[in-house]
């Protein structure tokens, strides 16, 4: 991002999210979307590789497909009620999640890491805030979408070797979890959306000192305070107690109204995750532990901030 262009497009982007959350009709809400993508488009291109341009076609049709739907079904809602569900179909097609999910893999994996990270988290704020203002009969319809998302995306990561694979299939998982904290009477949403951006932003940061795709590659003993970053992130993510993964799922158990069959789903799906982030970490944590103790080094301030904005945040949600 050294070109001053691209700082033009991360403002379109940041301003078209906050025009979404804060819209009060449909026509803006649409608008924001479009400018959202358009602003993120540009911001792909970083070493502007043909690949890159594969890669954002790629992202352009489901985007812009989602975005026709979304806007038809809005203005002929008055006239014919039962195409009020297609707005919400059409966000799911736009974050991606099961089973409109088969565009995202494939983005994911053509993607450099810093936009693979901003797809994994900040585009994901505008599309699910669209779904949230909604009627709640509207929300409600997303239920099976969520209960799909959150087990298929602990399936699919099941035979993943590569990290940026297991965070795509995570982060399928993580959507069915903010599609069911939609259906809640409290400020459900906003907490697991800023957790998860945080602990994704963790993994980003240990992540960037590495050039390795692998995760048996990742775990390296030669820097202990990177490992033991990423390992806790990754169990963070997988929703480990007491990790705040874990209690922001607990969240969603406790306060969403859906039915107890999707609640059993969700666990499932979760489970299924944490099971292949223990068979990752599992090894790694172990070596980690035949050093002798780990001292956080404070000439490494962004590792100690990012390991500080983890743990302690499960505290703070243990008493909300």
């Known amino acids: 991002m050294k070109s001053p262009h691209k ?3 991360l403002f379109l982007m940041i301003s078209s999210t906050c025009m979404v959350i804060s819209s009060s009709n449909w026509l803006t809400t649409w608008m924001g979307l479009e400018i959202n993508m358009l602003g993120f488009i540009p911001l792909m291109y970083l070493k502007e590789t043909p690949n890159e341009s594969e890669t954002a076609v790629k992202y352009l049709i489901p ?3 989602g975005s026709t739907i979304f806007i038809v079904s809005a203005l002929t809602s008055s006239y014919l009620a039962e195409l009020q569900p297609m707005m919400s179909m059409a966000m799911c097609l736009k974050l991606g999640a099961a089973p409109f999910h088969y565009w995202f893999p494939s983005v994911m994996a053509g993607l450099p890491l810093l936009p693979a990270f901003i797809l994994l988290t900040w585009q994901k704020i505008a599309p699910i805030f669209a779904i949230n ?10 239920m099976l979408i969520a209960s799909i998302s959150a087990l298929w995306g602990g399936i699919g990561g099941l035979n993943q070797t590569d990290i940026r694979s297991l965070l795509t299939y995570s982060s399928i998982a993580h959507t069915g979890w903010m599609l069911a904290a939609i259906n809640s009477n409290s400020p459900t949403l906003a907490i697991y959306v800023t957790a998860y951006i945080l602990i994704n932003t963790s993994i980003y940061v240990s992540l960037t000192s590495t050039a390795m795709k692998m995760h048996k590659q990742l775990f390296s003993a030669k820097s202990p305070h990177n490992s033991l970053l990423l390992a806790t992130s990754i169990l ?9 993964g874990f209690v922001m799922k607990l969240l969603v158990i406790n306060f969403t109204q859906a039915s107890m069959l999707i609640i059993l789903t969700l666990i499932l799906g979760a489970l299924i995750s944490l099971f292949f982030y223990l068979s990752v970490t599992f090894s790694p944590l172990l070596e980690l532990g035949k050093l002798h103790t780990i001292k956080l080094d404070s000439s490494k301030p962004l590792v100690v901030f990012s390991l500080a904005q983890i743990l302690p945040l499960s505290m703070i949600l243990l008493f909300f």
């Open 7 to 9: 700082f033009l497009f």
């Open 133 to 142: 203002s909604t009627s709640p009969d509207i929300s409600n319809s997303t």
């Open 236 to 244: 963070s993510l997988g929703g480990l107690p007491p990790l705040t």
């Open 63 to 65: 985007q812009s497909l």
